[in-house]
């Protein structure tokens, strides 16, 4: 059967109880890793997995805190004594931030190739993505959807297919009917739920006060008086709540979306099974 673990279940701000965004999907020994979020490699590791056989990479969008690990992935895997090229699926400019991590991490793969005998430096396999089916595996077709997370563009949703179960796992969006028909009676929604009420403030932030910040940031997230409705749209199995704020009450997370949707919900902790 088709199954997910929440690796990371966090935002930005650190989170000592939760990793950065990060989702492992799975059927049998095939395996897609879903954002690289910080931590992501010792999650993957509790979850049952070797640095040697990291599962390729699908990316949702370009901001950071799902990304931030994408380098940790590439050099502990080749460290590990892996050859063959990691492949990472993702929006336009993905490649160009690969090239990039590659230039960073460039000095200590040399240093380290100093010490071994004939080996070639690690390989990535980028591939850029665009709406619809991008390809099938072990078992599993996996698309790509549209969502709205503006002024980031493209950003996008994942839809998994086998095993005779569909997992959907939302990125990072506001209520979008794109995702809702995609999710169109998933057996799972692992949905983000990014809760700006609960936002800090400081002066010089970027915002002149804690209100417009929440405006703002809440006008490209889900919020918990939402994330029902999205579900129930979708007409959803089940609901995975994920990408919470460090100072959300799972429980009201959990009240306010059981409000707009007759489901069940689970609001996620890191390493859960969905």
Same mark, same amino acid.
């Given at each position: 059967?088709?199954?997910?673990?929440?690796?990371?279940?966090?935002?930005?701000?650190?989170?000592?109880?939760?990793?950065?965004?990060?989702?492992?999907?799975?059927?049998?020994?095939?395996?897609?890793?879903?954002?690289?979020?910080?931590?992501?490699?010792?999650?993957?590791?509790?979850?049952?997995?070797?640095?040697?056989?990291?599962?390729?990479?699908?990316?949702?969008?370009?901001?950071?805190?799902?990304?931030?690990?994408?380098?940790?992935?590439?050099?502990?895997?080749?460290?590990?004594?892996?050859?063959?090229?990691?492949?990472?699926?993702?929006?336009?400019?993905?490649?160009?931030?690969?090239?990039?991590?590659?230039?960073?991490?460039?000095?200590?793969?040399?240093?380290?190739?100093?010490?071994?005998? =004939?080996?070639?430096?690690?390989?990535?396999?980028?591939?850029?993505?665009? =709406?619809?089916?991008?390809? =099938?595996?072990?078992?599993?077709?996996?698309?790509?959807?549209?969502?709205?997370?503006?002024?980031?563009?493209?950003?996008?949703?994942?839809?998994?297919?086998?095993?005779?179960?569909?997992?959907?796992?939302?990125?990072?969006?506001?209520?979008?009917?794109?995702?809702?028909?995609?999710?169109?009676?998933?057996?799972?929604?692992?949905?983000?739920?990014? !809760?700006?009420?609960?936002?800090?403030?400081?002066?010089?932030?970027?915002?002149?006060?804690?209100?417009?910040?929440?405006?703002?940031?809440?006008?490209?997230?889900?919020?918990?008086?939402?994330?029902?409705?999205?579900?129930?749209?979708?007409?959803?199995?089940?609901?995975?709540?994920?990408?919470?704020?460090?100072?959300?009450?799972?429980?009201?997370?959990?009240?306010?979306? !059981?409000?707009?949707?007759?489901?069940?919900?689970?609001?996620? =902790?890191?390493?859960?099974?969905?």
């Amino acid at each position: 059967m088709l199954r997910a673990v929440l690796l990371g279940t966090g935002s930005p701000p650190p989170n000592p109880k939760r990793r950065g965004p990060a989702t492992l999907v799975s059927l049998g020994a095939e395996h897609f890793l879903v954002d690289a979020g910080s931590g992501v490699g010792a999650q993957l590791v509790q979850a049952g997995l070797r640095p040697y056989d990291w599962p390729r990479v699908l990316v949702t969008h370009h901001h950071s805190d799902h990304t931030i690990d994408l380098g940790h992935l590439v050099i502990t895997r080749w460290i590990v004594g892996q050859n063959a090229p990691l492949e990472i699926w993702g929006p336009a400019g993905t490649r160009r931030q690969v090239e990039k991590l590659l230039d960073y991490l460039a000095w200590d793969i040399e240093v380290r190739r100093a010490h071994m005998h =004939e080996r070639p430096p690690p390989e990535v396999r980028v591939t850029e993505i665009e =709406e619809g089916k991008i390809f =099938e595996a072990g078992g599993v077709t996996v698309s790509a959807f549209l969502v709205e997370h503006d002024p980031v563009k493209p950003a996008f949703g994942f839809h998994f297919d086998g095993g005779g179960r569909r997992v959907v796992v939302s990125g990072d969006t506001r209520p979008s009917e794109n995702l809702m028909r995609w999710s169109h009676h998933a057996d799972c929604l692992i949905h983000e739920c990014c !809760e700006m009420a609960k936002t800090s403030w400081y002066p010089g932030c970027g915002w002149p006060t804690i209100e417009e910040k929440i405006r703002d940031l809440a006008s490209y997230h889900t919020q918990p008086d939402q994330i029902g409705r999205v579900a129930r749209e979708a007409r959803a199995k089940k609901l995975a709540i994920t990408h919470l704020m460090p100072g959300s009450d799972p429980a009201e997370v959990k009240a306010a979306a !059981e409000k707009g949707y007759g489901g069940p919900v689970l609001v996620g =902790e890191d390493l859960m099974d969905v």
